[in-house]
């Protein structure tokens, strides 16, 4: 689904990512993790193709994402769903107008958003909150509400940016159970976290980085060594 | 068609919260519309004299003395006709000199039945092949038994067509920076609601939203500032030039022969040119605008 092939971003002063390759498959659950600065949302900015790769090729699904035209990017972002820690919802629209723009955004028909709005709300928890406005809901319901909107327009891929981050420990397992349900129904998920309790206990592949290295890659622990002694 | 709709929509929602600003930049495209107006009223004006002139360009007008006969003058047109250059010669009687300028003059001319002698000379009209040739003709025109005047309009039309060069020159550099200058404008104002909007923006690229689809609104915003200034500014225009039109009378004009544009003329040209060019600051301005929002 996603392939990195000998990719390399620099910025001026320091290096994001030096010769990284690696390949997550369709239907992944991939946990992406290292300390600050170490080139997660380097992985992730060039994966939304925010940013472009100095050297190496990066493929997502069908696109190999370093020579799409500015054009193309449009299209190639309707295949992936974005979560963040802040979770970015509009403030003055309602739970079901911030998950409907995502769909207007595409010109889907007002029958579709009203068919298919509701549907979702309902697979996150939510449907009871349709007509609340953010600022009415706790962090969780507003980071359901992120991911109803991520996931709306059937993403092959879920890329969550520390989507636990800004939530207690209850309310994050409860997230992380929403997007394994997700998973579970096929969206490949790519997330970038600190928290270590989540990805011990959720035994899933945790690719870490450091230092513009993927320094290991494998399934289960979080474990990368040395994250206090970094700097 | 609906997302059409949408935008204007979204373009007034914008314009209304934004009104301060909004109207600081209607005005200062109001304000250059209105001096590329005026260069554009007279601009027009000096075109249509030098037009009228130049019918009469390629001809030299000899007035005869009051004393040359008929046959005197037939034996002179034969002389010029001889001429190089020369590709016709008419003979214009007193009476032929009169019922011109009476028609000229239209519903003016009964001012003229009061003259009782007529007091136009006759006169012949030598049609030359070009301007240039009209200075020599006249010349040798003047060398002739019986001749009295000479009038031709080379020097004229020369200095009109060198008044509307100037104009038209002039007006092209004043446009260029005025509009620079209004695209600046409406992009700053433009760029407040983009700021904004700057968090739904962002959320519209990673859903994937086409750039075009983004900018709608935007450039729905831009594109309205200047049509309101383009039409408060043709109307404005239209109505001091309807003024002066007015003020100044048909018949002056007629009799000094220097004809106006009329009002409506005017108007619907100007108010075209004007709409095209203030919708095309306001689309501008607001490409301007969001260039860096848009630029991954």
């Known amino acids: 689904m996603i392939t990195f092939d000998h990719v390399t971003k620099k910025y001026r002063t320091n290096i994001g990512l030096d010769d990284v390759s690696v390949h997550i498959n369709k239907g992944d659950f991939v946990f992406l993790v290292g300390p600050s600065g170490a080139g997660k949302s380097t992985f992730i900015k060039l994966i939304l193709k925010e940013i472009n790769a100095d050297e190496g090729t990066i493929t997502v699904g069908d696109y190999e994402v370093s020579s799409l035209s500015n054009r193309e990017i449009p299209m190639f972002r309707r295949k992936l769903g974005t979560v963040f820690q802040d979770f970015r919802l509009l403030p003055k629209k309602t739970v079901f107008e911030n998950v409907a723009f995502a769909m207007e955004v595409l010109h889907k028909s007002p029958r579709q958003i009203r068919k298919q709005v509701p549907q979702i709300l309902s697979l996150v928890g939510i449907s009871d909150k349709a007509h609340k406005y953010p600022d009415e809901l706790s962090a969780g319901e507003q980071q359901r509400v992120a991911i109803a909107r991520a996931i709306v327009n059937n993403p092959q891929v879920l890329i969550a940016d520390e989507p636990t981050g800004n939530l207690d420990p209850d309310t994050a397992w409860e997230i992380m159970d929403l997007l394994e349900q997700i998973n579970l129904r096929g969206t490949t998920i790519v997330m970038v976290t600190h928290a270590k309790d989540i990805v011990d206990r959720m035994r899933k592949r945790v690719i870490a980085i450091e230092n513009g290295h993927i320094v290991r890659d494998e399934s289960g622990r979080y474990g990368y060594k040395g994250v206090e002694s970094v700097e | ?296």
């Open chain 2, 1 to 296: 068609m609906s997302s059409l709709l949408y935008n204007i929509k979204q373009g007034f929602i914008q314009i209304f919260r934004n009104r301060g600003m909004s109207l600081a930049s209607i005005f200062s495209i109001v304000a250059m519309l209105l001096i590329l107006g005026l260069f554009f009223v007279i601009t027009v004006n000096v075109n249509l004299f030098t037009e009228v002139v130049k019918q009469d360009y390629d001809q030299v007008e000899v007035f005869l003395l009051e004393e040359t006969t008929n046959a005197e003058a037939q034996e002179l047109m034969a002389k010029i006709k001889a001429r190089d250059g020369v590709t016709d010669v008419v003979y214009r009687t007193k009476d032929d000199a009169l019922e011109i300028m009476k028609q000229r003059w239209g519903e003016s001319g009964y001012l003229l039945d009061s003259l009782g002698e007529n007091p136009l000379p006759a006169s012949i009209l030598i049609s030359v092949e070009s301007l240039d040739n009209a200075g020599a003709v006249a010349a040798y025109a003047g060398t002739l038994e019986g001749v009295d005047d000479i009038q031709y309009y080379q020097e004229t039309v020369e200095k009109l067509t060198r008044i509307t060069d100037f104009l038209q020159i002039g007006a092209m550099v004043i446009m260029v920076f005025l509009v620079v200058v209004s695209v600046v404008v409406v992009s700053n104002t433009v760029k407040l609601t983009v700021f904004a909007r700057s968090k739904e923006i962002e959320i519209m690229k990673y859903v994937g939203a086409t750039n075009w689809f983004i900018r709608g609104p935007f450039m729905a915003e831009g594109v309205i500032i200047g049509i309101l200034a383009a039409l408060v500014s043709s109307g404005l225009i239209a109505f001091v030039y309807g003024k002066i039109v007015e003020t100044v009378g048909a018949q002056v004009l007629a009799i000094v022969s220097c004809p106006l544009i009329s009002v409506g003329y005017m108007t619907s040209n100007m108010v075209i040119i004007f709409l095209a060019l203030g919708a095309s600051i306001g689309a501008w301005g607001s490409l301007l605008s969001m260039r860096r929002f848009l630029d991954t």
